[in-house]
């Protein structure tokens, strides 16, 4: 009786090697990346188009509105600075500094005063009178 089962044991293995085998993970995570890659390749493949709405968006005018436009609008759109909060002229000469040292705005130190004006009387509150 014994060797019945093991007969029948033998006989399920040979079987199982006469099926085709499934692909070892490391190969079927190959072809899945493989297929993805093809799939996105041709997606990118197409040419899209976006249109943009036009810029409606101005500065306020003001003495230095020149050079605002020359040199925030080289990166910032209107709405951008417009949406800032009303700050004092420490918060602009702040922000003029950053966009210069850290950012590598293109405004000559010459002109930073002039713009800083610009942008506290556009743009800020009045600084706050000493009693």
Not at 59 to 78: D, F, M, V, W
Not at 122 to 131: E, H, R, S
Request: net charge positive; glycine share 4%; aromatic share 4%.
């Amino acid at each position: 009786m014994e060797s019945l089962r093991l007969h029948a044991q033998r006989r399920r293995n040979r079987e199982s090697q006469h099926r085709l085998s499934p692909l070892p993970m490391k190969t079927r995570t190959t072809l899945l990346l493989a297929a993805l890659t093809v799939i996105a390749t041709g997606a990118i493949a197409n040419e899209v188009t976006i249109a943009l709405p036009a810029e409606t968006a101005t500065l306020r005018a003001g003495k230095g509105i020149e050079l605002a436009q020359a040199n925030c609008l080289i990166c910032h759109s209107p709405d951008y600075i417009q949406t800032q909060p009303p700050m004092p002229r420490k918060f602009w000469e702040a922000e003029v500094k950053k966009m210069r040292e850290k950012y590598g705005a293109p405004t000559p130190e010459d002109t930073v005063p002039t713009l800083v004006d610009y942008l506290a009387a556009t743009y800020g509150v009045p600084d706050a009178k000493k009693p």
